[in-house]
């Protein structure tokens, strides 16, 4: 009988500790995390250096934790899979030395994930059958990309952000409209209460010619609404600011990526990273891949945002075929990777 492989995957990149053993890429056995939300909600975004220093505090205990959990030890494990970028550089220096520590003390093999092919991985943990092919639709706080997924490890970038990412655009929209940290939950929630009527960019109306995303110009039409309500001393609707800037930034991926679906003939579409737990960009992939019979996969809210699980689970997948395999006496951390 074929030995399970049990992985241990560590995440750091941006202001969640996360330590996770998954067996066989599939398999959540545990998943500890330790989120720096409250701190951060203070200064109205991640600060790195605050960032860096929790991680270093929690590392050690939300790492017992995930071997409690999981109920093995550190023998149990056949390689440590660890995410080395992108993100804060000071915040993966500690994940990564911690995992280099561990390697080095073991001899267990060592892994380098991209965080992004852990974002995509989550839907691997989630759909026990889901195997590419598929369209990914990546959408996170770093990116904003289309992907043809050939293989667990081989990818084809499709199209991608020019300018800000989608994520971001969410989070400043909440910052400009007072909403609290992090924003894109915020805005969501706001847009719930509100009415799309107001037309930010003639977004809708364009050709797609290309798969490329811009959301600055998006955002610049936000800021300067407010702004100039402001000064002429209108009260703006936050609910209505947040329905109609939501609808035009989910309809700006849900259009290409239903475009792309024809072009290079898909029928699956997987979502990937944060911004794939907006309700109401599920909706409407949803509605719009019905009506070309496409299927569309998203993690669970739980593992939309960052956790080691989803790291152990593309590292498994990584170290099964042999790629990434890092030395843990070199393996430093990178502040951004591409997404080939
Ligand atoms: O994928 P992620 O961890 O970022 C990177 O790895 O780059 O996702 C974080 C982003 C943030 O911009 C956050 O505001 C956004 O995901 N996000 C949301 C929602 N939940 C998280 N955006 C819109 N609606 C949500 N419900
Ligand atoms: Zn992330």
Do not use: W
Not at 269 to 294: I, P, Y
């Amino acid at each position: 009988m074929k030995k399970d492989i049990l992985i241990l995957g560590i995440e750091s990149s941006c202001d969640e500790t996360s330590v996770a053993v998954v067996k066989n890429g599939r398999e959540v056995l545990s998943c500890a995390t330790s989120t720096q939300i409250d701190i951060h909600k203070l200064y109205g975004g991640v600060v790195p250096e605050i960032a860096s220093r929790n991680h270093v505090m929690n590392i050690d205990g939300v790492y017992k934790k995930a071997l409690e959990d999981a109920k093995v030890t550190l023998d149990d494990i056949d390689a440590i899979a660890v995410t080395y970028g992108a993100g804060l550089l000071g915040a993966l220096i500690v994940g990564v030395n911690f995992a280099k520590a561990l390697a080095f003390a073991t001899g267990k093999p060592l892994v380098a994930v991209n965080h992004i092919e852990g974002h995509i991985a989550a839907n691997y943990i989630a759909h026990k059958n889901l195997k590419p092919p598929f369209l990914c639709l990546i959408v996170s706080g770093g990116h904003t990309a289309l992907v043809s997924m050939q293989s667990y490890t081989k990818r084809k970038l499709i199209g991608t952000t020019t300018d800000d990412a989608i994520g971001e655009a969410f989070d400043k929209v909440a910052r400009e409209c007072g909403l609290e940290y992090p924003g894109g939950p915020n805005v969501q929630k706001q847009a719930e209460q509100g009415s799309p009527k107001i037309k930010f960019t003639n977004m809708d109306k364009e050709k797609i010619t290309d798969f490329n995303f811009s959301y600055s110009g998006l955002k610049t039409a936000v800021i300067n609404y407010i702004h100039n309500s402001s000064q002429r001393g209108e009260e703006i609707s936050v609910p209505d600011v947040c329905a109609s800037f939501q609808s035009e930034a989910v309809n700006q991926i849900v259009s290409k990526t239903m475009v792309a679906l024809k072009k290079f003939d898909y029928k699956k579409v997987v979502l990937a990273g944060g911004v794939s737990a907006n309700l109401f960009l599920r909706k409407t992939m949803d509605e719009e891949a019905k009506k070309v019979g496409a299927e569309i996969y998203y993690p669970p809210i739980n593992l939309c945002t960052d956790n080691a699980a989803m790291i152990a689970s593309a590292g498994y997948f990584n170290f099964i075929e042999g790629r990434g395999i890092a030395d843990p006496k070199t393996l430093v951390p990178v502040s951004s990777i591409s997404l080939e």
